[in-house]
């Protein structure tokens, strides 16, 4: 029973990495390449929106700062970040770059959630890391300083921001999780699209059901399933689940865009998707069944995530 229990959190978990591989699709066929940032809050607020409909709850006392703090790291700053590495580096580059989340997830679980790195995940992640290097044929010859910096930085931001949300958040729910952070990232992004890229554009109807989508599957549903994997499972485990992100990506391109695949796709992918298997493997053993929660509850003192030692009134907020 709890085999099945951890595969049911395990394949919630992964929806969140298949759907963010299609936000590259779907922005090349449907969405205005030219205000990314705009782009980036027809995302976000939306999402937010919907969730904060579902959870009816607003953050208060220290939740307020902690949820701009984590809004930041893995909405806000992470999709800015993500701007400047994508209009700066090849797209092959910037996905191994940000593959290496799987890495961060292992060393801010083990720092901030005492789950001590194992050889298998280990083992998985540098696997998975490698397949998504060969299967998006990864060139860093004359690379852009700027745009690594970028992309790391995003990498390191929103991995930060996770194991900050499993830290904190035992006691809350994921899906109020999801919109705060959404809600307090929005305004960061707000105030960057409205420096840098002034009003926000006019939409046609393909570019609204293209935002629609990216909305509500991409970051929506996403999200709370993401923040489900960080309260049921390890972080060396979502990091590693993580990696089927550019394989959905490399996929939908050859189904949609007509996007060539060949030898090196198929190793990379196999690679990718053994690597997640390997990493996976031992997450039965009692250790690595701690959860998120377990780790924020067992030090009260520091609560980590939304609620998880809050005051009463913040957890019904």
Not at 262 to 286: D, E, F, K, N
Request: glycine share 10%; charged share 10%.
């Amino acid at each position: 029973m709890e085999a099945k229990s951890r595969l049911r959190w395990i394949l919630l978990t992964a929806i969140a990495p298949l759907a963010w591989g299609s936000v590259y699709v779907t922005t090349r066929q449907l969405l205005p390449p030219d205000s990314p940032l705009w782009g980036s809050v027809f995302r976000a607020v939306p999402a937010a929106i919907i969730l904060l409909l579902v959870s009816r709850k607003l953050p208060r006392g220290q939740w307020i700062w902690r949820s701009f703090v984590l809004g930041f790291l893995t909405v806000g700053g992470f999709f800015a970040l993500i701007y400047v590495a994508g209009t700066t580096l090849p797209s092959g580059v910037a996905a191994t770059l940000m593959s290496t989340s799987a890495v961060g997830m292992l060393l801010f679980g083990w720092a901030l959630l005492g789950q001590r790195p194992k050889l298998m995940p280990v083992a998985g992640a540098v696997t998975g890391i490698a397949g998504v290097a060969i299967m998006v044929g990864a060139s860093f010859s004359e690379i852009n300083p700027w745009g690594v910096l970028a992309s790391l930085g995003a990498m390191t931001a929103s991995t930060l921001g996770f194991a900050l949300t499993a830290r904190w958040g035992g006691g809350i729910a994921p899906v109020t999780l999801a919109s705060w952070q959404l809600m307090t990232g929005s305004v960061v992004i707000v105030v960057l699209a409205v420096v840098f890229e002034g009003p926000p554009p006019m939409l046609t109807g393909s570019e609204i059901a293209g935002f629609a989508y990216i909305s509500v599957v991409c970051t929506a549903l996403a999200y709370f399933a993401w923040f489900t994997g960080l309260r049921h499972l390890p972080a060396a485990a979502v990091g590693a689940i993580g990696l089927l992100n550019p394989v959905s990506g490399v996929v939908l391109g050859v189904l949609i865009a007509g996007e060539p695949f060949g030898l090196s796709q198929a190793a990379g992918m196999a690679l990718v998707i053994a690597g997640v298997a390997i990493a996976l493997s031992r997450s039965h053993t009692p250790q690595h069944r701690a959860t998120a929660l377990t780790a924020a509850s067992a030090q009260p003192s520091e609560p980590a995530s939304a609620t998880s030692t809050a005051p009463a009134t913040a957890r019904e907020s």
